[in-house]
């Protein structure tokens, strides 16, 4: 059983993150066991509460998980700056760290399969675009649902899980560098996983 604990600034985040884990867990026969540590608050949040982790973990002498995911959206600031933030504040646990970050948001990754949201909802969703304006993708996903009939009772996060299990990985990889950054990353770590048999 591999220990993961994830750092998430919003639930999006934390649903998207927990499905995609069950889904490796299923095809690389490795069993997951993931712990929430923040799912709310936003990337400053998510700093903080890295930086606390990683502090308490130092003065108590903690386990340390086999793996930490930390997921926040680029925001327009792109992958990079993100990633030099997370790694600013993780001086001790790099070995351990997968980034997670959406450009720019992750309701943009729940768009780029539209075969796979044919699959949930019997109707496909329009190809996103890749520009940078504060809701833009959440409005566009919201809307894709309400364009099928479908009340987004949670913003749509209710669906996730379904998106994640239908999604063409392959797909999605080629379509979108952020995602393909993030896929191939927790690839590796499930065929390590895999390969170690431990």
Known sequence: MRNINI?????????????????FSLE????VK????????????????????QNDLQRNKGILPDL??????????????REKEINRNITNLQEFVISMIPEPHIERWLLID?????TVFGKGCPTP???????????MFLEAITEVGVTPILGGIEHITDLVKEMNLQRVKDSDKS?????????????NWQQSGT
């Open 68 to 81: 930490i995911i930390v997921g926040t959206d680029s925001n327009c600031k792109g992958f990079r700056e």
């Open 34 to 53: 993931t712990k929430s540590i923040n799912a709310r608050g936003g990337r400053g949040k998510v700093i903080s509460e890295l930086k606390q982790y």
């Open 129 to 139: 675009d890749q520009k940078c304006e504060r809701d833009r993708y959440k409005v």
């Open 114 to 118: 539209p075969e796979s949201f044919n």
């Open 179 to 191: 995602i393909r950054r993030f896929l191939n990353s927790l690839q590796r770590c499930f065929r």
């Open 28 to 31: 690389y026969n490795v069993g």
């Open 7 to 23: 750092f998430v600034e919003d639930q999006a985040h934390e649903v998207f993150l927990v499905a995609i884990l069950q889904r």
